[in-house]
């Protein structure tokens, strides 16, 4: 089939899909982490003082014991033989945004032919993938492959279960011969102890003396565009680069409104119950689910857990949503930025620290203005992000996030806090040298009888912040939705242990000096805001007159493209940073300067290779039959006596002209790879191949508004937002 018969058949196929049924859920209780190995299980399966070291390691930080490996491997294994599992993996989470795993067999042949179900604790504690075939930044040679896979017992096993079969999966950190990380776990877990150790400090000096491991939080919502498989398969841009090089828009988007919160399609919420099923087996809460604001678009969020354990889940829920969608003739699209003209999906990352005495280290209360303790933890993160912002920036680059942040639709590419009203206030009376009150919250009447009165929150939302403080946690707006949250957690835990240090030392050399803690206080934290209150903004960060006022009156970073971000990597300042609280060491952090561009560079190529073949070979061939079709058809008129003119003729070959010859330089521009540096080489992809890639698509798109729509080779975008 060619042109417009590959998508008639494709809406046939979709209208003619016989729906899948929705299954009735099992009971929460009956779900809930039936598919995990908790504590709880734990707890039935082990000896006691197996299970109280376990127990200590994974609650309060103990180092764990690995001589109870062989009685806890034991455990795991008839546990996931009793779940039906014969394979187990070590899961583990290179530095590529996705999930890696290698399957053994729990299967030992023994010497008179028989076999048994073996699973040792010297196989639970440590396993050895190949390291050479994963991103490595120049740690390794390409011949120099061992790797090493190691337990994370903070992080709970689990079957995954699929068509094929059930696999106990061992979550892991991943990490070369010589040592160093080459996932995303590790610097996580170096992230949050440091924070641990700082935050103690602060509490301490605070007067606590009954203080538990303070850990990190997160709690990412998930946003995802679901387009039916027919479509998909007939888009080599979305099969390989997840997002359209072409397409005219519809000539109805978002701009109604009326997708956001609307009654969720059938097709939809039986795949979301799949979903969540699959989901609360494996322990992981998902809590909301919803319309997004574009067409196709959806969102799933999740109640907040420990940070690591929270990411592992993050990387399974992507999973879960991709697998899912192929089983209802869908793809789940993760891409920032999968249709041009409408909203994009971020992930927005919620973030808090806390632990089991203190709780919410981050929660005001009602009086914010008297809680010394939240004030000070406040002010560490408003340092932190000032300090460190061009980082955390950095953390979320990508060329696919690219074409989200500083859009409207997104927060800008300059990293500013926002506080609200009344932390604005406290803080501006601390900036005046003395604390006297909080703006009352106030309470929502609406004039009704038959209506409830509430509380208001004590400040607005603002959506424009890429780092807003949301009543008891920060809210972290800029991450990309096809991102692993791992990332932004390390700088996040990073900068703030940072802060605390910092706090520690002023706060100790103040109250050497003979002041009282109350002072020390106080002016500790009118040091942080009047040298760091730069980065507080609760005005539109969309305008232009914000950007004009943070770089040239503030002088905070406007790193518009991953280009600019990633190179912040190799700043000495952030290598400091990592190196001094042993979250990364300089060889760690160039690595992942290395993969990160890269990564960059080759996201780039890809798309610039799919935009010249789908020119080629799509859309000319298309534009060369129209104008054959449309010459032959006028002058089969003109000879009849009907004179229509020649104008689209001559429009449609100008178009295409035009067109081809862009296509000729952006496939010059490809081939060019004599860079003296990788820095040059992404600024090229950023500057010249990008916007040669977005010339030919204006040429493209205003083709398929003027071409004959039976010779359209590629699925529309109104078929594919609208049908399902």
Not at 182 to 194: E, F, G, I, V, Y
Not at 646 to 661: G, H, V
Request: proline residues 5%.
């Amino acid at each position: 089939m060619t042109g417009n018969a590959v998508r008639v058949q494709a809406v046939q196929n979709i209208s003619n899909r016989q729906p899948m049924p929705a299954k009735i859920p099992e009971s929460l209780s009956t779900l809930w982490a039936s598919d995990v190995f908790t504590l709880s299980k734990m707890k039935e399966s082990l000896p006691k003082e197996v299970f109280k070291s376990v127990k200590k390691t994974i609650e309060a930080g103990a180092e764990l014991d690995v001589s109870i490996a062989d009685v806890v491997a034991l455990a795991m294994k008839d546990w996931a033989l009793s779940k039906g599992a014969l394979y187990y993996a070590h899961v583990f989470y290179p530095l590529t945004n996705a999930t890696a795993e290698k399957h053994d067999s729990f299967i030992s042949v023994q010497n008179d032919g028989s076999v048994i179900s073996e699973f040792s604790g010297k196989v639970l504690v440590q396993g050895e993938p190949d390291g050479s075939s994963f991103p490595n930044g120049g740690i390794r040679s390409t011949f120099e492959a061992r790797g090493y896979t190691a337990w994370d017992v903070t992080s709970p096993a689990y079957i995954m279960t699929t068509d094929n079969g059930a696999t106990l999966c061992i979550p892991t950190v991943f990490v070369s011969w010589t040592g160093e990380a080459l996932d995303k776990k590790t610097p996580l877990l170096r992230a949050n102890a440091a924070m641990n150790k700082a935050a103690q400090r602060v509490l301490t000096i605070l007067g606590h003396t009954d203080i538990a491991p303070v850990n990190s939080s997160c709690g990412a919502e998930q946003e995802y565009f679901l387009v039916d498989a027919n479509f998909v398969n007939s888009r080599p841009d979305l099969l390989l680069s997840g997002r359209t090089l072409f397409g005219a828009s519809a000539a109805k988007g978002q701009q109604f409104d009326d997708h956001y919160f609307g009654a969720i399609p059938e097709r939809i919420q039986v795949f979301m119950q799949d979903v969540e099923e699959q989901l609360y087996r494996l322990g992981i809460p998902a809590k909301t689910r919803h319309n997004e604001v574009a067409p196709g678009q959806f969102e799933i969020a999740p109640f907040f857990e420990s940070a690591n354990v929270a990411t592992d889940h993050q990387q399974l829920l992507m999973t879960v949503l991709k697998n899912t969608a192929k089983k209802h003739g869908l793809v789940c699209l993760l891409h920032e930025k999968p249709f041009k003209g409408i909203n994009g999906s971020g992930k927005h990352v919620n973030w808090s620290v806390g632990n089991a005495t203190q709780g919410n280290l981050l929660d005001p209360g009602s009086t914010p203005h008297a809680n010394t303790q939240f004030l000070l933890f406040c002010g560490a993160v408003i340092r932190g992000v000032h300090l460190f912002g061009p980082l955390l920036r950095a953390a979320i680059a990508s060329a696919s996030n690219d074409h989200r942040l500083g859009a409207n639709e997104a927060p800008p590419a300059i990293i500013s806090v926002y506080l609200g009203s009344q932390l604005d206030n406290v803080f501006e009376q601390i900036s005046n040298g003395k604390i006297t009150g909080s703006l009352n919250a106030g309470v929502m009447d609406l004039g009704i009888n038959t209506l409830p009165t509430f509380n208001k929150d004590a400040g607005d939302r603002n959506r424009t912040s890429p780092f807003a403080f949301t009543g008891n946690r920060f809210e972290f707006r800029a991450v990309g939705s096809g991102q692993s949250v791992a990332g932004p957690l390390v700088v996040m835990n990073t900068m703030l242990a940072d802060s605390l240090n910092w706090v520690a030392d002023t706060l100790e050399s103040k109250l050497a000096t003979g002041i009282d803690l109350d002072n020390a206080i106080l002016k500790t934290l009118k040091e942080i805001i009047d040298q760091h209150g730069a980065v507080v903004f609760s005005g539109n960060g969309y305008s232009a007159e914000w950007h004009k006022m943070a770089v040239e009156e503030r002088g905070l970073a406007n790193l518009k493209t991953a280009a600019d971000a990633i190179p912040v990597l190799k700043e000495p300042y952030v290598e400091k940073l990592f190196h001094e609280l042993g979250v990364l060491s300089p060889v760690e952090l160039a690595s992942r300067f290395e993969i990160y561009a890269e990564q960059y560079i080759l996201a780039i190529e890809v798309e610039a290779k799919l935009v010249v073949s789908m020119a080629k070979t799509g859309v000319y061939p298309a534009a060369v039959k129209y104008l054959s079709e449309l010459s032959s058809t006028l002058s089969s008129l003109k000879s009849n006596g009907i004179e229509l003119g020649s104008e689209p003729l001559a429009e449609i070959t100008a178009l295409l002209t035009a067109m081809m010859a862009i296509v000729g330089k952006l496939s010059t521009a490809i081939s060019q790879h004599d860079f003296p540096t990788i820095e040059e080489h992404m600024q090229f992809c950023a500057k010249t191949i990008r916007p040669l890639m977005d010339e030919v698509r204006q040429y493209a798109d205003t083709l398929e508004g003027e071409i004959a729509d039976e010779l359209w080779p590629y699925p529309t975008y109104q078929e594919m937002l609208f049908i399902k």
